[in-house]
């Protein structure tokens, strides 16, 4: 059974920044395109992020370009999301994923983290 643990969420003012980590443990990392993904009340759950097991190919939701940066260590069997810039509209739930497959939508991914709350105020 793989875990994934998530921590870094918080309160933030415009403009602000964060930084999402997520703990994987059960199985080999390495195995896993790792992704991330966000829930704003009544939305569904939105695709922002994915790296690849390697690290060194990933691919970004619009929305977030230049703004978000995602990461992985091989050794500490963490990934990361860097947030800058950050807007209201970034306020929801924001979950770290694993998936076998390399895929951008969210049924892809087999394993989930708790999720974590941002709040952004204007």
């Known amino acids: 059974q793989v875990q994934l643990v998530e921590s870094g969420g918080g309160l933030v003012q415009a403009g602000g920044s964060l930084r999402f980590s997520c703990a994987v443990s059960g199985r080999t990392f390495i195995s896993y395109t790792m992704g991330w993904f966000r829930q704003a009340s009544g939305k569904e759950r939105a695709f922002i992020a994915l790296?690849?097991?390697?690290?060194?190919?990933?691919y970004y939701a619009n929305f977030v370009k230049v703004r978000f940066t995602i990461s992985r260590d091989n050794v500490k069997n963490t990934v990361y999301l860097q947030m800058n810039s950050l807007k209201p509209e970034d306020t929801a739930v924001y979950y770290c994923?694993?998936?076998?497959?390399?895929?951008?939508?969210?049924?892809?991914?087999?394993?989930w983290g708790q999720g974590t709350q941002v709040t952004v105020s204007s």
């Open positions: 994923a694993a998936a076998v497959s390399h895929a951008d939508y969210a049924r892809a991914y087999d394993y």
């Open positions: 790296i690849s097991r390697s690290g060194y190919s990933t």
